[in-house]
């Protein structure tokens, strides 16, 4: 009965290196989602995913960061030439396949990034 | 784009007391969420709202979905040390990306 899965919890990058975050969705649930949160706000949207699909990308931004779901092994968000601005959490969330109706979503524990 | 105004920002009370917080929208949505998260933590799923009019309870939580769907309040009766944590609505409007408010920060004296 595991839950959202996301690893590293914490990762430390100096600026212009990769971060790599992973997420491995709740069993038996085939859509993910990633949100950023910054210190004392909510979550951000950034991208949907299905099995080697990209849905809604739309709050993702345009440089650096890419996102990919394969049909297997986990979720992955890369950003690329990391700056201090992407010190944040990143959160994964997983939800079952529905029928176009609602789609609960759960979520990871996060992964805390912190560029140096 | 869609944005969620959630209030009280922050709120300190006494063990035992009522807490009420809500959330508008400038838009429709389908479904409501509340989440709570506590520090270091990914936000955990409290009650999930699908209908229009809807009033659902867990435990001591009950929320209810607005007729407009365009707002949803959330109240906890009784509070406990442990409600302690941020609280978070979220908006759907399809099945794909939530919307969060800014969050509740909720403090329980006890």
């Known amino acids: 009965n595991a839950g959202v899965m996301q690893n590293p919890r914490h990762l430390v990058r100096r600026r212009g290196q990769e971060a790599r975050l992973r997420c491995s969705p709740m069993k038996g649930h085939s859509h993910v989602y990633w949100y950023r949160q910054l210190p004392e706000e909510g979550l951000k949207f950034m991208v949907y995913?299905?099995?080697?699909?990209?849905?809604?990308e739309s709050g993702m931004p345009k440089e650096r960061f890419s996102a990919e779901f394969p049909k297997e092994g986990p979720s992955i968000l890369r950003i690329q030439q990391v700056v201090r601005g992407d010190s944040a959490a990143y959160f994964c969330?997983?939800?079952?396949?529905?029928?176009?109706?609602?789609?609960?979503?759960?979520f990871g524990p996060g992964t805390r990034l912190t560029v140096l | 784009g869609q944005q969620l105004n959630q209030s009280p920002q922050s709120m300190f009370i006494q063990e035992g007391e009522d807490v009420s917080m809500n959330c508008t929208s400038s838009s429709i949505f389908n479904t409501w969420l509340w989440y709570k998260q506590e520090p270091g933590e990914g936000p955990v799923l409290l009650i999930a709202l699908y209908k229009a009019g809807e009033l659902t309870s867990n435990g001591r939580l009950t929320a209810q979905f607005g007729i407009t769907r365009k707002d949803s309040f959330l109240n906890i009766s009784a509070s406990i040390p442990s409600d302690v944590g941020i609280y978070f609505c979220?908006?759907?409007?399809?099945?794909?990306?939530?919307?969060f408010g800014e969050g509740t920060q909720l403090t329980v004296n006890p």
């Open positions: 979220a908006g759907q409007a399809s099945g794909s990306r939530l919307t």
């Open positions: 995913l299905q099995k080697e699909n990209i849905i809604d």
């Open positions: 969330a997983s939800s079952p396949l529905t029928s176009g109706g609602a789609s609960t979503q759960y």
